[in-house]
């Protein structure tokens, strides 16, 4: 009788210890996610692009353009990073609608300058493909051979 008793509560020990699992595991994953800290992109974009192109690539009009949406952030990744690396002028960006200058990036590192470039073709509601390190390396070494 005792011995069966024993057994019994044991039993139930166990069938405790399994739901407090399931509860503890259910919890877990209801825990809000913990907002991520900033991308390398979104930090080196915070440093060196924003105090121009403002916090959501808005800019300013009349002085320095958008990034959201507009055609040389999400265009052709040479264009951009000529323009964006030694002011190679595109050509859908004609002199003279924006009273802003904007300082060259080429002391940028390669990584730096993908990480950078990712960020905003993916930010701000762009969706184009990313800027890789092989692609700013090549601009950066047939700018040189100019
Ligand atoms: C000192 C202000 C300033 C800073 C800092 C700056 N820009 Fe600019 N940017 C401008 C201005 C002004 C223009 C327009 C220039 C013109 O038309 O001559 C421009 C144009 C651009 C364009 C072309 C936009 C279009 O609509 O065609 C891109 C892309 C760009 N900037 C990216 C960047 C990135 C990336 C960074 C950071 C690495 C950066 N800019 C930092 C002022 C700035």
Redesign the pocket.
Same mark, same amino acid.
């Given at each position: 009788m005792c011995e069966q008793r024993a057994v019994s509560s044991h039993r139930l020990w166990r069938v405790a210890a399994g739901l407090a699992c399931a509860l503890l595991l259910v919890a877990c994953h209801r825990v809000p996610q913990v907002a991520q800290p900033p991308s390398r992109g979104s930090r080196?974009?915070t440093a060196?692009?924003?105090?121009?192109?403002q916090a959501q690539g808005q *800019?300013v009009s009349g002085?320095?353009? +958008?990034?959201a949406g507009?055609?040389?952030?999400n265009?052709d990744p040479e264009v @951009?990073l000529a323009?964006?690396m030694f002011?190679v002028?595109?050509t859908?960006?004609?002199? *003279?609608?924006?009273?802003?200058?904007? +300082?060259q990036?080429n002391y940028?590192s390669d990584a730096d300058?993908a990480a950078? @470039?990712s960020y905003?073709r993916s930010s701000f509601g762009n969706q184009s493909s990313v800027i890789t390190v092989e692609q700013v390396a090549s601009v950066r070494s047939r700018q040189a051979a100019r």
């Open positions: 080196l974009y060196h692009c924003l105090s121009c192109h *800019g002085i320095q353009p +958008p990034l507009t055609p040389v952030p265009g @951009l323009w964006v002011g002028r595109p859908v960006l004609p002199a *003279g609608h924006y009273a802003g200058v904007m +300082p990036f940028l300058l950078i @470039l905003v």
